[in-house]
Nanobody, 117 residues
Framework: QVQLVESGGGLVQAGGSLRLSCAAS????????MGWYRQTPGKQRELVAD???????NYVDSVKGRFTISRDNAKNMVYLQMSSLKPEDTTVYYC???????????WGQGTQVTVSS
């Protein structure tokens, strides 16, 4: 089992910045992908960004140039630095880890990000 705990959400004005953090604990195999997703009520959960244990990164087009994902493998942490935030970035953000060898996926409880105009 793997537990994920997010922190860092909150309220910010448009154009501002926030940094999300996610701590993973439990049985974590070295070959994994950690990422951030977001979900607006009534819509499907969408990938925001993910990063492999080897450092390969993927972003959704809408956040490219504004968000930066990073990870600390020694601490089993993943971060999402969000800059130039827009009101449309307002939603709940979820941390995710996929353990490649066992094909298991785990989710955090979510953290609310609200961007005021």
């Amino acid at each position: 089992q793997v537990q994920l705990v997010e922190s860092g959400g909150g309220l910010v004005q448009a154009g501002g910045s926030l940094r999300l953090s996610c701590a993973a604990s439990g049985i974590i195999f070295s070959n994994n992908v950690m990422g951030w997703y977001r979900q607006t009520p009534g819509k499907q959960r969408e990938l925001v960004a993910d990063i492999t244990s080897g450092g390969r990164i993927n972003y959704v087009d809408s956040v490219k140039g504004r968000f930066t994902i990073s990870r600390d493998n020694a601490k089993n942490m993943v971060y999402l630095q969000m800059s130039s935030l827009k009101p449309e970035d307002t939603t709940v953000y979820y941390c995710n880890i996929r353990l490649v060898f066992v094909n298991s996926v785990y989710w955090g409880q979510g953290t609310q990000v609200t961007v005021s105009s």
